[in-house]
């Protein structure tokens, strides 16, 4: 298994990767909801079906250049205005074998969402991945669209998986680190990162609870 695979050792990590694998193949969306720091950007960045292209779009954009960049990633010559934007509409709804991602689907504008509902009924799948915040949005503004995603909630990984994972710390350290980050990965894995280098430095050949203690005392508070 690859390094970058691993992070997909949970059983609900594995079944929620096999549940979007699905719904995008039927033509179906999917919404990746999680708090800050549970891994969402890198789970959707493991999605890569077989026989679809993706296209990912940045969520800052406005509506204009989110429909142009979907058909710039798609290989077709597109510029964002205004009168551009209904043609540029119809060509996304009708093209096929593509599915897109949107990453920090709370960055978006709000006049952005009926356009990704006329799209979504276009059976062309899309993943977005945001903060809770996105769904209650949507239920308050947009329960049409909501009633069209598949809600998946990510949480963060279990200690034991990152024991599993970081088999050259010492299982105490693994907990000790846990613990100080609160369970978030993107903290989590820079301090790994970190107490490795500081390991390799002392020419040690695993990271053991002495060092991560030592390590995470000069720490600012998190």
């Not at 990984?157 to 599993?164: K, N, P, Y």
Request: charged share 25%; glycine share 4%; aromatic share 10%.
């Amino acid at each position: 298994m690859e390094r970058k695979q691993s992070f997909i050792n949970d059983k609900r990590r594995r079944s929620y990767l096999a549940a979007v694998y699905n719904r995008i193949y039927r033509g179906q969306s999917v919404l990746i909801e999680g708090d800050y720091g549970v891994g969402k950007s890198r789970f959707v960045k493991l999605l890569k079906p077989n026989k679809l292209q993706c296209v990912w779009v940045e969520s800052l954009f406005n509506v204009h250049e989110i429909l142009a960049s979907i058909l710039q990633g798609l290989n077709y010559e597109a510029t964002a205005t205004y009168r551009r934007t209904p043609e540029h509409l119809k060509m996304i709804c009708n093209l096929t074998n593509y599915f897109i991602i949107i990453d920090e689907a709370n960055d978006l504008d709000r006049r952005v969402w009926p356009y990704l509902k006329r799209i979504i009924d276009a059976q062309v799948p899309i993943v977005l991945a945001g903060l809770p915040k996105v769904r209650t949005y949507l239920t308050r503004e947009h329960p049409d669209i909501l009633s069209r995603l598949k809600t998946l909630i990510l949480y963060p990984i279990v200690v034991e998986d990152f024991i599993l994972e970081y088999n050259d710390f010492e299982a105490e350290a693994i907990e000790q680190i846990y613990v100080a980050t609160k369970g978030d990965m993107r903290k989590f894995k820079e301090i790994c990162t970190d107490c490795r280098d500081k390991a390799k430095e002392l020419k040690h050949s695993f990271v053991d609870l002495n060092l991560v203690v030592a390590f995470l005392s000069n720490l600012h508070p998190m």
